[in-house]
């Protein structure tokens, strides 16, 4: 057990959670709203530390006691109840130690934001499209067994069903930070169902999770933004193709456009394009942290490399494998109907062990 080492790194945390503590309620901090949300996250990590902190020094409390009684003591019933007790904390204190190391690793701070994801068919034609509508279908269930809104911003269907391309919001908690893992190409090998023949085709579909950008992570220039308005497109009602509430956004500066047609209103389109936009111009910046982390570790999940391979959906065999870390399930019909968490934990799970080899803590 290293408890010297930690308990030596967890020392100055108290003064710090005090400070803190004190500048979140100070008004001149509270008025700088980057500053404040900024101390607000710290103050959360750093009170979850405290909490692993004075239950793991509380443990080692324990230890010591359990111990002390098992060398002096020569009543039997007691010398067993310590024996039990140190037993336990044996097995409790590393895991403890565990989860304080990962505690003390600066965790991706974009993992509390909501997430933008867009689903695009990739090589296989209307069958890539189809996929692309499968997956979109197996995420809006996740998101739904976690409680998170989903929120459509713009859509282009397939022409056999599916999407050439969906772009969906999701809000909720720690979005970004589990389902930045999905990002990469989702290859699916089964029979079309354009197929007549029977037999079995590799098709592709890419997914993009972009954290989504809070206003004060961005700060756009109105000159900077060119507005187009048009005719929404597809179904939606009676006012679809009949007013110009459409939206399209163009940054002048580096180009990047974004359009949303999913609501009725020309405002409510326009403030969910705006929110697209910011967090497309905010995800170049991010794609250089990703770069930098994805250089020094191997098997990282979230390199924001929308060409890598992640995984593979094979519907003969009903197995996923996901390459990244040479996981492979057999639950495929469950996977697709939003039961993916298991798969996300292993990756999870991954990233937290090269996390703690690159810290070397």
């Given at each position: 057990m290293?408890?010297?080492?930690?308990?030596?790194?967890?020392?100055?945390?108290?003064?710090?959670f005090e400070e803190i503590s004190t500048l979140i309620t100070d008004p001149s901090v509270i008025s700088d709203q980057k500053r404040f949300v900024k101390l607000n996250k710290e103050y959360r990590e750093l009170e979850d530390l405290l909490t692993a902190r004075n239950a793991y020094e509380l443990a080692l409390s324990h230890y010591a006691e359990a111990k002390e009684i098992l060398n002096s003591e020569s009543d039997a019933e007691m010398r067993e109840m310590a024996k039990a007790e140190l037993d336990e904390l044996e097995e409790r204190i590393p895991q403890m130690e565990e989860e304080i190391k990962l505690l003390l690793i600066p965790a991706d701070p974009e993992d509390n934001k909501n997430a933008i994801v867009e689903i695009r068919g990739g090589t296989g034609g209307d069958e890539a499209a189809i996929f692309a509508g499968d997956l979109f279908k197996m995420y809006t269930r996740y998101c739904e067994s976690k409680g998170w809104k989903v929120e459509v911003t713009n859509v282009s269907e397939g022409t056999s069903g599916g999407f050439k391309e969906i772009i969906f919001t999701v809000s909720g908690d720690k979005v970004y930070g589990t389902l930045k893992y999905e990002s990469g190409v989702h290859r699916v090998?089964?029979?079309?169902?354009?197929?007549?023949?029977?037999?079995?085709?590799?098709?592709?579909?890419?997914?993009?999770?972009?954290?989504?950008?809070?206003?004060?992570?961005?700060?756009?220039?109105?000159?900077?933004v060119r507005v187009d308005t048009f005719c929404s497109s597809g179904a939606g009602g009676q006012s679809v193709n009949t007013t110009y509430s459409a939206i399209r956004l163009v940054h002048i500066p580096t180009g990047i456009t974004v359009q949303c047609q999913d609501e009725k209103s020309q405002h409510k389109n326009k403030a969910k394009a705006m929110i697209e936009l910011r967090s497309r111009i905010y995800a170049i910046e991010h794609q250089k942290y990703l770069d930098e982390i994805g250089s020094k570790r191997k098997t990282m999940v979230s390199t924001g490399d929308r060409s890598a391979k992640i995984r593979t959906y094979n519907y003969p065999q009903g197995r996923i494998t996901d390459h990244r870390i040479n996981f492979t399930i057999?639950?495929?019909?469950?996977?697709?109907?939003?039961?993916?968490q298991s798969v996300i934990d292993q990756l999870i799970v991954a990233e937290n062990a090269e996390r703690l080899k690159e810290s070397e803590i």
């Open positions: 290293a408890e010297k080492t930690l308990v030596e790194k967890l020392e100055g945390l108290q003064h710090k090998q089964r029979v079309p169902q354009t197929e007549t023949q029977g037999r079995v085709h590799t098709s592709a579909a890419t997914v993009a999770v972009l954290p989504e950008a809070e206003e004060f992570d961005i700060e756009l220039k109105e000159s900077d057999y639950n495929l019909a469950a996977f697709m109907n939003g039961d993916v």
